[in-house]
């Protein structure tokens, strides 16, 4: 099986709106063993519709189309492929019953006409339910050729994708493939492909998927023993950065270590301004663990809130190692947390100097009476400079928590 | 002119990067009013790069290319582009110093035989100088047909755009389209369109793009005079929501106007996280105008920090109106600040409640004497809500500036 993936909306080529469903549906394949050979993403015109799906079955026998199956008089896909595969459209009763249901839990009146529009389906289809919104999905198959219809909104089209797609995908799969997906933190991408690169062979490959503070590993097999070896050898050189299973990412792992531990957590963070806080609050939960933290941008900040010495901001300076200590101990001291992140450092554009240039940065990792102080260097714009800012603070406190626990 | 795009790199069809580019062009494109046609991710194998070719010239006579132009193996791009158009390569002697001189100023040594290949360029190509990385950018043009290949890497990607691409696509523009571009914030796409609509013909066309906080809106004409009467339409409907040139966000033009007014911003952040904090620092310059803040997630922080009465969270509870009051004149009195947002409500999954469901919001702004309190709902999962919450907050502090002035 060769897939293709064809997105549909004049939206994704004006740039209003970047394309995640490709991002998603090419890391989900992945994970089964299937490598997407080519992406499309086209206007909402039919002639592009027939053209694109000419182009995509010359290289491919299953296209994934996403976008263009609502009620608006831009939403071509059904009738596009409909006409590429020469069959009529057809309204099905019970396509038409669920909009309707649809359209009664969250309007007054009945369904407008262009609404009901949306339960014709080319013959011969098959129809998936979506669970949240009107539009249904559909699968066609025909001469060989497979093509499965999805909704563009991702909160409509991951979970019809997950419980639709992927069964009648993973059916097609001629000789199983075999996978396993880890998560690793504190390693770069480089470092892991050398040392896993002598456990590969003919039989199992790997692929790598680089984010800030992760790289996810993919191995793919058809042979499941092989698979169990190469999982125990990432195991074992990876011990300390593989996250656990259900754990997607660095600040969900060090709020669940901090959780095992019955510790609390509090930042300070300069030049990171509230990214770091920001990282830990965007997971569920996580007021079990996190107290919560100071954003002292301003040196009277560092003082009042955080007790900073004045002393230490006008001989050190609040870019120094001194500084970033004053300051998680301040935190810690004034929230009672048992542990505790400071951040101060420079970030750029403006701000930098030969001594204290551009990317500087002073990191404080207080755990229980331990403190850890780290100086580094970063390159890149303001954005990626405060990211790995977050990201190495956030790792320096995992791995003491790692420590803490041997 | 018509153009494709064609993104070429493993890595966007397994997920592990989400193609950014493709958003940047779009966009880029749209303000000198090309609408690109269609656009390709494909695998970095030769026999891709050629069927791609021929599907985007069947469509198109101009196909911006980004991606594999680096020094290794997997980097096939030009050649794959010069079997297509049927020239050989050659090196290129003021290529191949600007490679040396690229190592020479980053590592020890030589530059590397592999690095050096990059030098070699498809015969009649011109050069198009990459100012932040190794890899030349090239432009080839023959029998009416024209490519520009670009390095993937965004930050080489977009400076070479800008200085080398787009001048000569504007050549190319038989008769120059008339664009301008507005970014108004505070009113939804759907009521933009609405009230823009009877200023239309066909002579001139809006296209919209939405963005958390802010919708930008394209006018294309080639008709001067239509751009000029269209304008004066959008600044008198939109007078207050349309950003002054150069700024390019709500969190910018909130800076931008508390600058002009000499005003000192601080945040106290409960359900957000620091999520405010990170979009105003996240602006360069920042730290002129913003001192800082509290993320106070947990009550005994609320209390210590920012003076929340302890009566407060035992009788109406952190999530209230009377809590963001609290929080909103303490964080002022303690900074000092002139202005000063607070946040506090319930961003789910978990926490809610028949009284207090997911998505209630209340949020404080306070303007030297005047505090003004509102109670919101929201809608969508944890990370939406949040970032509507901190939407709603600048939005709120941005018009009491706004009022402020007159």
Known sequence: MNIALLCIGDELLKGSTINTNLAFLGSRLLEIGIY???SLEIRDRKEDI???????????????VSGGLGPTADDLTKEGVAEWFGVPMIRRPEAEQAIRNYWKNRHSGCAPVHWIRQ?????????????????PGIHL?????????????????????ERSVLPRLKEH???PVQTALFRIVGVGESEIEDLL???????????????????????TTRNRKELERC???VGSLFRENVLPPGITSLPQDVLRLLAERRLFLATAESCTGGL???????VPGSSETFLGGVVSYANELKMRFLGVSQKTLETEGAVSRKCAQEMVEGIAAKTGADAAISVTGIAGPGGGSAEKPVGLVYIGVKLHARTTLLECHFQGGRTQIRERMATKALHLLRSMLMESAE
């Not at 011969?124 to 539009?135: D, V, W």
């Not at 198959?141 to 991702?154: A, I, N, W």
């Open 36 to 38: 997407p050979e080519l």
């Open 50 to 64: 027939r053209t694109a799906l000419d182009y995509a079955f010359s290289r491919t026998d299953t296209v994934l």
């Open 119 to 135: 339960a014709e389906i080319p013959e011969g289809a098959e129809i998936l339910p979506n669970g949240f919104g009107s539009a």
């Open 141 to 161: 198959e025909r001469g060989g050729k497979s093509v499965f219809l999805l909704p563009g909104p991702p909160l409509e089209l991951q979970p019809m994708f």
């Open 173 to 175: 799969l001629d000789n």
């Open 197 to 219: 690169e002598p456990h590969l062979n003919p039989e199992i490959s790997a692929a790598y998927c680089a984010s800030p503070g992760m790289v996810k590993l993919f191995l």
């Open 231 to 233: 999982t125990d050898a």
């Open 276 to 282: 770091i806080a920001g990282q830990l609050t965007a």
